[in-house]
């Protein structure tokens, strides 16, 4: 074993400790649960995302970090976008069916948001999608083997709330919309080889759908909010399936357009 890797694992190894010490110990910063609760996850996810860019650099490669942007890409996204700004509760604010509790919380509960979003993404779409995409290299349809497998564990994963004493019902409902929202961010990354614009829209996703419920109260999902997700969801599920036909066209002609890395085409 080289030096840096095992200098990496030990870091990692001490970071992980950290963790588990945030996790098990009571540890109070301003003496309100709420935002003591935010501090604790921001913490933990910054914690996460530096062991999993180690891992990265250590034992994948650092251009799973890479910032590629071109114009064609970012217009790719734009179903993508629309998807995650849907998902902010504005009629319900502005009937007043659902409002802010905590507002000065906003800009912490954003950091965590952002921090959950780093985080989830360089270990599902760039750590756990690469090494499932060299996997499926084999295959003809390396692409789609590798959107649905990555997608799934994705979604598999929010069953774990199970344990945390969630419903079925609400937690089958979030594995499903996890599961599609995963397979929007593996073709935006698939498509753009730039991870950094998946974090963001998961980060925008999550500040959407989970403001209300984190920092506010009422019933924030009304008649407007539903039909503005159906529709650009729709729209949005027809822009990445026709993306995915195509890659599949390509690699059954075994002309895969690929970048660098092996699972982009950083148009």
């Given at each position: 074993m080289k030096k840096k890797d095992a200098f990496a694992i030990a870091v990692m190894a001490i970071l992980f400790a950290a963790i588990i010490l945030l996790v098990t110990l009571p540890v109070s910063v301003?003496?309100?649960?709420?935002?003591?609760s935010l501090i604790l996850s921001c913490t933990e996810r910054a914690l996460g995302t530096a062991i999993v860019i180690l891992a990265l650099c250590a034992f994948i490669g650092k251009d799973a970090l890479a910032f590629r942007l071109k114009g064609t890409a970012l217009a790719w996204c734009l179903p993508c976008l629309a998807v995650a700004i849907v998902?902010?509760?504005?009629?319900?604010?502005i009937s007043g069916t659902a409002h802010l509790d905590f507002p000065s919380l906003i800009p912490l509960f954003a950091l965590d948001c952002l921090l959950t979003g780093v985080f989830e993404e360089l270990?599902?779409?760039?750590?756990?999608?690469?090494?499932?995409?060299?996997?499926a290299e084999k295959y003809r349809f390396k692409s789609l083997i590798t959107v649905a497998v990555t997608s799934l564990l994705f979604g598999g994963c929010h069953l774990l709330n199970l344990f945390g004493g969630a419903g079925v019902g609400a937690t089958l409902l979030q594995a499903g919309y996890s599961f599609l929202i995963g397979a929007?961010?593996?073709?935006t990354l698939l498509k753009t080889g730039n991870i950094w614009i998946c974090a963001a829209l998961h980060a925008i996703f999550n500040f959407g759908g989970l403001l209300v419920p984190t920092l506010g109260s009422g019933v924030f999902q009304d008649a407007c909010f539903w039909t503005l997700t159906a529709i650009f969801g729709l729209l949005c599920a027809g822009h990445v399936t026709f993306f995915l036909v195509a890659r599949m066209r390509e690699e059954r002609n075994d002309n895969p357009r690929e970048g660098e890395g092996g699972q982009s085409t950083g148009e």
């Amino acid at each position: 074993m080289k030096k840096k890797d095992a200098f990496a694992i030990a870091v990692m190894a001490i970071l992980f400790a950290a963790i588990i010490l945030l996790v098990t110990l009571p540890v109070s910063v301003t003496g309100e649960e709420l935002a003591d609760s935010l501090i604790l996850s921001c913490t933990e996810r910054a914690l996460g995302t530096a062991i999993v860019i180690l891992a990265l650099c250590a034992f994948i490669g650092k251009d799973a970090l890479a910032f590629r942007l071109k114009g064609t890409a970012l217009a790719w996204c734009l179903p993508c976008l629309a998807v995650a700004i849907v998902n902010f509760p504005f009629s319900a604010l502005i009937s007043g069916t659902a409002h802010l509790d905590f507002p000065s919380l906003i800009p912490l509960f954003a950091l965590d948001c952002l921090l959950t979003g780093v985080f989830e993404e360089l270990l599902f779409r760039g750590a756990l999608q690469r090494i499932i995409f060299d996997f499926a290299e084999k295959y003809r349809f390396k692409s789609l083997i590798t959107v649905a497998v990555t997608s799934l564990l994705f979604g598999g994963c929010h069953l774990l709330n199970l344990f945390g004493g969630a419903g079925v019902g609400a937690t089958l409902l979030q594995a499903g919309y996890s599961f599609l929202i995963g397979a929007m961010l593996s073709c935006t990354l698939l498509k753009t080889g730039n991870i950094w614009i998946c974090a963001a829209l998961h980060a925008i996703f999550n500040f959407g759908g989970l403001l209300v419920p984190t920092l506010g109260s009422g019933v924030f999902q009304d008649a407007c909010f539903w039909t503005l997700t159906a529709i650009f969801g729709l729209l949005c599920a027809g822009h990445v399936t026709f993306f995915l036909v195509a890659r599949m066209r390509e690699e059954r002609n075994d002309n895969p357009r690929e970048g660098e890395g092996g699972q982009s085409t950083g148009e």
